[in-house]
């Protein structure tokens, strides 16, 4: 079992910047591939960006690509999404999540989630 904590999130102006954080327990953290996706009420949950279990490979969504940065501390257990120039768009609620060896973009691939952090991002 892997649990997820999410916190960083919080109310922001366009072109704001924040950084979310997401603490790892109960594994072997670089072990994992970790991801960060989005929901908004009525949508599905969607793909932003993953990190494989080193650090060193990278994917990201279409809109966040050269806005938004994913990272990890595996000394820390923790992940994180740095956020710059955010956008209206990019209100929703982030969760983290953890899946056991590769790197994949598909949510159902992903075994462990967090509770999930709410952005909201003013015009």
């Known amino acids: 079992q892997v649990q997820l904590v999410e916190s960083g999130g919080g109310l922001v102006q366009a072109g704001d910047s924040l950084r979310l954080s997401c603490a790892a327990s109960?594994?072997?953290?670089?072990?994992?591939?970790m991801g960060w996706f989005r929901q908004v009420p009525g949508k599905e949950r969607e793909f932003v960006a993953a990190?494989?279990?080193?650090?060193?490979?990278?994917y990201y969504t279409d809109s966040v690509k050269g806005r938004f940065t994913i990272s990890r501390d595996n000394a820390k257990n923790t992940l994180y999404l740095q956020m710059n120039s955010l956008k209206p768009e990019d209100t929703a609620v982030y969760y983290c999540?953890?899946?056991?060896?590769?790197?994949?973009?598909?949510?159902?691939?992903?075994?462990?989630w967090g509770q999930g952090t709410q952005v909201t991002v003013s015009s």
């Open positions: 109960g594994r072997t953290f670089s072990n994992y591939a």
């Open positions: 990190l494989s279990g080193s650090g060193g490979s990278t």
């Open positions: 999540a953890a899946r056991f060896a590769n790197i994949v973009v598909v949510t159902t691939a992903y075994n462990y």
